[in-house]
């Protein structure tokens, strides 16, 4: 079975850092382009990063450009969202995601919560 296990969500105050972990199994995680996605109350969901497969291409949302890396580990089948700079705005629950040949396939979400 596919899962997307993520981690490493919290509370934290404005300006702070917060790095998100996403244990993939059940598929070539090598092979599969990953994402980041964040879905906050009243708000659209918002895709906020994509990683290629072997890491060799990024893309960001305009809202987190400069502030947030995504990362892999293919060895480690864990794709990583390192959060810097953090802005109330950016309180959501975070969701990664994985692009399978049959659809996109989703985790759970780990609650990232920015405020003093």
């Known amino acids: 079975q596919v899962q997307l296990v993520e981690s490493g969500g919290g509370l934290v105050q404005p300006g702070g850092s917060l790095r998100l972990s996403c244990a993939a199994s059940?598929?070539?995680?090598?092979?599969?382009?990953m994402n980041w996605y964040r879905q906050a109350p009243g708000k659209e969901r918002e895709l906020v990063a994509t990683?290629?497969?072997?890491?060799?291409?990024?893309n960001y949302a305009d809202s987190v450009k400069g502030r947030f890396t995504i990362s892999r580990d293919n060895a480690k089948n864990t794709v990583y969202l390192q959060m810097n700079s953090l802005k109330p705005e950016d309180t959501a629950v975070y969701i990664c995601?994985?692009?399978?040949?049959?659809?996109?396939?989703w985790g759970q979400g780990t609650q990232v919560t920015v405020s003093s």
């Open positions: 995601t994985a692009n399978l040949w049959t659809g996109r396939r």
């Open positions: 059940g598929f070539t995680f090598s092979s599969t382009a």
């Open positions: 990683i290629s497969s072997a890491g060799g291409r990024t």
